[in-house]
């Protein structure tokens, strides 16, 4: 029987351990560094610096995650499979579907509240959260991609940017390929204002057959303290970005 490593326990504003300290991919819980501290905007900022998030359901308390190796999807590896580029071909030409930033983050995070992560059964996205990540968006540190169908939001996702390392969260849809063509709008706005990568925290079949791999924790925390310190792009979206995405690889079946 293997021995987890043991668990940090957190007061509000402590810093966090080291990462080494967080239990091994095979572990019943892999990332896990953390348990307790505070959702507040330092801490969080804190956090999503060091290559560290929360997750959580109500009624637990706050644990904080690092695995290794890390999901992450190279924006320059975005795969845009031929189906996906007719659905954003036609959207682009359909008179009223848009794309905007930050118009309704907080619709966008509510109703992302209601997908599971996988092996969830439930939301992981309780009051807590919403609150939290309000609060960073207020600060410019979490922005929305939203689709829209005339006057309707329709899909979108939320994310956490420092300087120019992006970090996605979470994302919904009520339309078929919805929250693909939100994803794929990231990516176009990622490739016009030369943001590298997104990070997607974990491996799904979904996000590997969009291009993501896994990156090991170390090349990942690398790259980020390379990227936190340059200048924020202005996160607005423009329909020319588009063509950063659809001109710039060529399809994918």
């Known amino acids: 029987m293997t021995l987890q490593p043991a668990l940090a326990l957190l007061r509000p504003g402590d810093p ?9 991919e095979h572990s019943s819980a892999p990332g896990l560094l953390a348990v307790g501290g505070a959702l507040d905007t330092p801490t969080l900022l804190a956090a999503y610096a060091g290559t560290v998030f929360p997750w959580f359901s109500p009624g637990e308390p706050i644990l904080w995650w690092s695995p290794d190796p890390r999901m992450v999807l190279q924006v320059s590896g975005f795969r845009l499979h031929r189906s996906l580029r007719k659905v954003i071909d036609r959207f682009r030409v359909t008179p009223g579907c848009q794309i905007r930033i930050d118009t309704a983050f907080e619709r966008v995070i509510t109703a992302c509240a209601g997908a599971a992560r996988p092996g969830q059964s439930g939301t992981w996205i309780g009051p807590d959260m919403l609150g939290a990540y309000h609060a960073l968006h207020r600060a410019g540190h979490a922005h929305s991609v939203e689709t829209w169908v005339g006057d309707q939001l329709v899909a979108g996702l939320y994310c956490v940017s420092i300087g120019q390392a ?15 063509i939100a994803l794929a709008a990231l990516v ?18 979904h996000l590997s057959f969009m291009g ?39 399809d994918h079946r």
């Open 166 to 180: 992006l970090f996605g969260e979470s994302m919904f849809t009520t339309v078929t390929d919805g929250s693909k």
């Open 16 to 24: 966090f351990p080291p990462l080494a300290q967080a239990w091994p």
């Open 212 to 250: 993501a791999q896994e990156m090991s924790r170390h090349d990942f925390s690398v790259a980020v303290r390379g990227l936190i310190g340059l200048a924020a792009p202005r996160w607005h979206f423009d329909p020319v970005y588009w063509n950063a995405l659809t001109l710039s690889r060529p």
């Open 188 to 205: 176009a706005f990622c490739r016009q204002h030369g943001l590298p990568l997104i990070d997607c925290q974990q491996n799904t079949r």
